[in-house]
Every structure is written in structure tokens, then in C-alpha cells.
């Protein structure tokens, strides 16, 4: 049971969930989109670059097609995201976005690419799903509003839709450039709607978390997921992603002091339960479907 593409997405979610409260380092009042935009031109710019000085890319023979699709979805999404933030707040944003995106991939594997779920990916997926309502239940956000909720869900379809591309586009190339050519384009699609421009950084105390953030919880996280998402399914990959709001809940409590009423300790072991069905559940599977192969 080959378990290792399922830790390299969970260590991408878990780095990923270390963005929130890398965020509360920053200065108040920088607009979301220009953090998104210049984590996204750090982590990309200097894969771009590695990967140019190790000639690891070719521009003329490049998967341009699945890669401005991965790119405008990424990037689609976290504009999504953050606005429905602003709408329908954090805890509401945060449970539609996520909790969406599992099953729109699911759909688009079963209706596009012909590729129904399993059952132990549906359990594990309902688990998640059900942990991270309970994990954000109790935040004092309890009007519901409706083009909030939108947003939310056009989010999660970006983020399902850009796993998809992507794995497309690893089908095609490597690992590396792909990340690198991604989220260089993904910058350029973000820093024109930014806002606040890109000075910002060198101000204060800022450098260091956007730096963080570039490369460790962009460049390094991304590297997880694609490569993980070359052996396993786009909707395990997104299920588990999970990991994310599971990892910035822990990291709120643990470092920045913040409290998580019962309720919510038990959407963490519904998450946690849910990850680890998924992850040793589908290695079974695969194991059971090899041996069958073998036997015929």
C-alpha cells in the first residue's frame, strides 16, 4: 500500500493552513487579493526562475492550455474566496468553500472525465464535510447571506476545477515547472486587481511572512499537491485538502490563543476521522484491485 501520495497532500494541506495565522504578522488593512497576488508571484517567480537556470522547461513544446486554466482557476479562487468572506463571513465562507469543493470534484471526475467515486471516498468525504461545519460552528456568525453563500460555492468549484486542470497538466509535464509556471501567471492575473500594489512588502514587518508564505505555504505546498495528485484521484486529493482549516483551527488554538468550544473538538475528530478513511482506506482498495488484476 503505497501511502506516500497521500501524506504529500496532506502535508500540502497543512502548510496551507499555515497561512492564516502567518497573515495576523502582516500590517491591517492590505487587501487580500494583492496578499494572494504577491504570495503567488514569490512562490512562482522563483520556481520560474530555478527552473529556467536548470532548463527544466521548454516554451515552445509547454502544455499552455491546461496551464492558463489552472492558473485563472487558482486565481479565480482565491478572489472568490476572500470576497465571500467579506459577504457571508469567515466561518460560513470557510464551511461552503471548502466543504463544496470535495463534491464538485467528485462530480466533474464522475460527469467529465467518467470516473464515479468509491464508497470510502464518499464516507470519508461526508465525515470531512460534516467535521468542518462542526469545526466553525459557535463563531457568532449566524445570518446566512445568499450571494455570500454564491461566491462561497463558485470558490469551491475554482478550487475542484483547478485540481482537475492540474492534473492534466502533470499528466503532460513535471512537477516543478508546472508549480512554477502556474502561479507566475496566476501573479499576473492577480496584481492588477491588488489594490495596494506591491510596496507594501517592504514595509514594517511584512517581508518575512509574505516570504513564508511564498515559498513555503505556495511554492513547497503546491509541490505536495501536484505530486501527490499524480497518483491519486482529483477528488480524494481535494477531500483531503481538508487538512487546511484542520491545521489553521490547531494553529489558532495552539499559537495565537484562540478558543474551540466542544462542538467544534469533535468537527476536528470528524476531520481527522474522515482523513484517515480516506488515506488507508483507498491504499486498501488500490491493494484489493491490484491483487484482482494480478489474479486475472
Known amino acids: 500500500m503505497n501511502l506516500l501520495p497521500y501524506i504529500f497532500v496532506l502535508l500540502a494541506g497543512i502548510l496551507w493552513g499555515t497561512t492564516g495565522t502567518t497573515q495576523t504578522f502582516l500590517q491591517e488593512g492590505i487587501s487580500p487579493i494583492a496578499v494572494a497576488g504577491v504570495r503567488s508571484a514569490i512562490g512562482g517567480g522563483i520556481l520560474l526562475i530555478a527552473v529556467l537556470v536548470m532548463r527544466r522547461i521548454h516554451f515552445k513544446k509547454w502544455s499552455w492550455r491546461w496551464t492558463i486554466l489552472a492558473a485563472l482557476a487558482i486565481a479565480l479562487f482565491q478572489c472568490l474566496f476572500f470576497t465571500s468572506i467579506r459577504f457571508a463571513g469567515v466561518a460560513v465562507g470557510t464551511v461552503v468553500t471548502i466543504g463544496s469543493s470535495p463534491v464538485f470534484?467528485?462530480?466533474?471526475?464522475?460527469?467529465?472525465?467518467?470516473?464515479?467515486?468509491?464508497?470510502?471516498?464518499?464516507?470519508?468525504?461526508?465525515?470531512?464535510?460534516?467535521?468542518?461545519?462542526?469545526?466553525?460552528a459557535n463563531r457568532g456568525e449566524t445570518e446566512v447571506h445568499p450571494f455570500g453563500i454564491l461566491l462561497a460555492l463558485c470558490a469551491g468549484m475554482m478550487f475542484a476545477l483547478y485540481t482537475n486542470f492540474s492534473k492534466r497538466l502533470t499528466e503532460r509535464e513535471e512537477t516543478l515547472?508546472?508549480?512554477?509556471?502556474?502561479?507566475?501567471?496566476?501573479a499576473?492575473?492577480?496584481?492588477?486587481?491588488?489594490?495596494?500594489?506591491?510596496?507594501?512588502?517592504?514595509?514594517?514587518?511584512?517581508?518575512?511572512?509574505?516570504?513564508?508564505?511564498?515559498?513555503?505555504?505556495?511554492?513547497?505546498?503546491?509541490?505536495?499537491?501536484?505530486?501527490?495528485?499524480?497518483?491519486?484521484?482529483?477528488?480524494?486529493?481535494?477531500t483531503l485538502s481538508l487538512a487546511e482549516p484542520l491545521t489553521a483551527a490547531l494553529l489558532g488554538v495552539f499559537l495565537v490563543g484562540e478558543y474551540l468550544s466542544p462542538i467544534s473538538w469533535i468537527g476536528v475528530i470528524l476531520l481527522l476521522g474522515g482523513i484517515i478513511v480516506l488515506t488507508f482506506g483507498s491504499g486498501k482498495a488500490a491493494k484489493k484491485t491490484e491483487k484482482a488484476s494480478s489474479l486475472e
Open 188 to 238: 499576473l492575473f492577480l496584481l492588477p486587481f491588488s489594490g495596494d500594489g506591491v510596496s507594501w512588502v517592504f514595509e514594517g514587518q511584512n517581508f518575512w511572512p509574505m516570504l513564508f508564505m511564498g515559498i513555503v505555504s505556495t511554492s513547497m505546498a503546491y509541490i505536495f499537491y501536484l505530486t501527490g495528485l499524480e497518483k491519486i484521484s482529483s477528488s480524494s486529493a481535494v
Open 177 to 186: 515547472p508546472s508549480v512554477a509556471m502556474t502561479f507566475t501567471l496566476c
Open 105 to 136: 470534484s467528485g462530480i466533474m471526475e464522475w460527469v467529465i472525465f467518467k470516473r464515479r467515486p468509491d464508497r470510502v471516498w464518499g464516507m470519508a468525504t461526508l465525515l470531512a464535510i460534516i467535521g468542518c461545519i462542526l469545526l466553525f
